[in-house]
């Protein structure tokens, strides 16, 4: 794990069962000593801004944003660096740098395979 502190960045919801796997996620990387906030491009809260504004207020320095997003297109080409450059530019305290989408990480598409092989066995389902 790197010294600095990570934002799980997702679409949002107005649906708050759409958010239970993102706060599971970030549940589980708190059980490993991560520090971790999420925030949500729009439709429920937290904002970027506030989870960032959450990072500056405890001390972090640096902060990687983690985009939840399977793969790249618009929201990632546009609006999360709009968004983060927007909530970077009010904590001027931290260094903010972002990742691609994780869906493009190998070890998210093994993992979405082994899932899709495992529901399409007949012991899966």
């Known amino acids: 794990m790197s010294a600095g502190a990570l934002v799980l960045l997702a679409h949002g919801s107005r649906d708050a069962r759409w958010r239970q796997p993102v706060e599971a996620l970030r549940e589980l990387l708190r059980a490993r000593g991560a520090r971790v906030e999420l925030a ?15 990072c ?6 640096e902060v990687l944003v983690v985009p939840l997003f399977l793969s790249g297109g618009g ?8 968004a983060i450059a927007s909530a970077a530019a009010l904590q001027p ?9 994780l869906g493009e990480e190998p070890e998210v598409l093994e993992a979405m395979a082994s899932a899709v092989l495992r529901l399409a066995s007949p012991a899966g389902v």
């Open 56 to 61: 500056a207020a405890r001390g972090e320095r």
């Open 93 to 101: 305290t931290l260094a903010v740098r972002s990742a691609g989408a």
């Open 40 to 54: 949500y491009l729009q439709f429920c809260p937290p904002t970027l801004a506030e989870a960032l504004a959450a």
């Open 75 to 82: 929201h990632l080409l546009r609006d999360v660096p709009e």
